[in-house]
């Protein structure tokens, strides 16, 4: 018999998750799978628990919880011979992976993925820096925009969702300075001021799901962008230019796509959307490395390109 080991965070946005426990694991048991859980219990906790299930040799590991929680849980299992496959219950606040793996918002939904969908493999990052190397599965960047999202209380993440980003956005959009920065990507360099640097591996990335447009899910490229400085006013425009994908032609941004990315650099690095220590560092793309379930259509289209 398959197992599926369950690791759901309590906190995680609205906190539901707990309520639809029993009838998540109902219809996991129902496709096959002997299904056990874990509530994480603070940060690092979901890594640890990720790394028991492939210890256990578990044959898919679920995570719910936002995209904090799946970073946590890909963390334990990427650097291991075994890897369990992924699935994936969204309940955080900005869920960006799950949507751009097709996964749907309802847990009853995103379980129906788990169920029937059919798991594909997918790039995921790897960056090494502070003498660690570290895993993410959406978007690492750094640049002190990139910082606002840990800058969000949790209480009012619960109470608001994502409108907490928009609202912090705002409040230190006024105060954003720009960082010098030295950037090697696939052998050519960047030098000079930059706003912030994104390195994604999905086109969906803070809410903004047009931000990497031409992002795919199993190139083994990443999506390298590079705010350069602007001002207040060139800033706000680049923002709703983004809202529709249009700001990758604008003379401000360096949009391409990368293997790898080397920043010399000292600053603060995001790793999706929790803080991921200090660069300079180093990331690549780990062509393929994960299996991720998702939904049939989902899966084709991202096997096929299309
Ligand atoms: N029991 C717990 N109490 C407090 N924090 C926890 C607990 N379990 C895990 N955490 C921490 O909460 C962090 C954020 O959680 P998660 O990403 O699941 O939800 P979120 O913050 O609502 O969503 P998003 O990341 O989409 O904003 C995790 O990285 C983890 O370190």
């Known amino acids: 018999m398959k197992r599926a080991r369950i690791i759901y965070n309590p906190t995680s946005g609205r906190e539901l998750f707990k309520r639809h426990l029993p009838d998540v694991l109902v219809r996991l048991e129902k496709v096959g799978y002997e299904t056990s859980c874990h509530a994480t219990e603070g940060p690092g906790d979901a890594t640890k628990a990720a790394r028991q299930a492939v210890l256990r040799e578990f044959d898919l590991v679920v995570a719910a919880g936002g995209d904090g929680t799946i970073n946590e849980v890909v963390n334990g299992i990427a650097d291991q011979l075994h890897r369990p496959k992924l699935g994936v219950i ?18 009853e939904g995103a379980c129906e993925v788990i169920a029937t969908g059919e798991p594909v493999p997918i790039d995921i990052g790897c960056v090494t820096n502070e003498d660690k190397t570290r895993y993410f599965i959406n978007i690492a960047g750094g640049g002190r925009l990139t910082e606002l999202t840990y800058e969000v209380p949790s ?22 300075k720009a960082t010098e920065a030295q950037i090697e990507y696939d052998g050519k360099l960047f030098e000079g001021d930059i706003m912030m640097f994104l390195v994604s591996l999905t086109n969906s990335v803070g809410g903004f799901e047009k931000l990497a447009p031409d992002s795919s899910l199993n190139d083994g490229l990443f999506d390298f962008i590079i705010v350069k400085k602007t001002n207040l006013a060139e800033f706000i425009r680049l923002v709703t230019l983004a809202a529709r994908g249009e700001h990758i032609n604008d003379p401000h941004i360096i949009y391409t796509k990368a293997n790898r990315v080397k920043v010399h650099s000292p600053m603060q690095l995001n790793l999706d959307g929790e803080f991921g220590g200090m660069l300079p560092g180093e990331f690549v793309n780990l062509y393929r490395h994960l299996e991720v379930i998702m939904p049939k259509d989902k899966a084709e289209q991202v096997r096929t390109g299309r």
Do not use: C
Request: hydrophobic residues 40%.
């Open 155 to 176: 209480k009012l993440k619960t109470m608001l969702g994502q409108l907490a980003y928009y609202l912090k956005g705002i409040e230190m959009l006024p105060s954003i």
């Open 90 to 107: 969204p309940v955080g606040t900005t869920n960006d992976f799950a949507r751009a793996i097709g996964v749907p918002r309802s847990i």
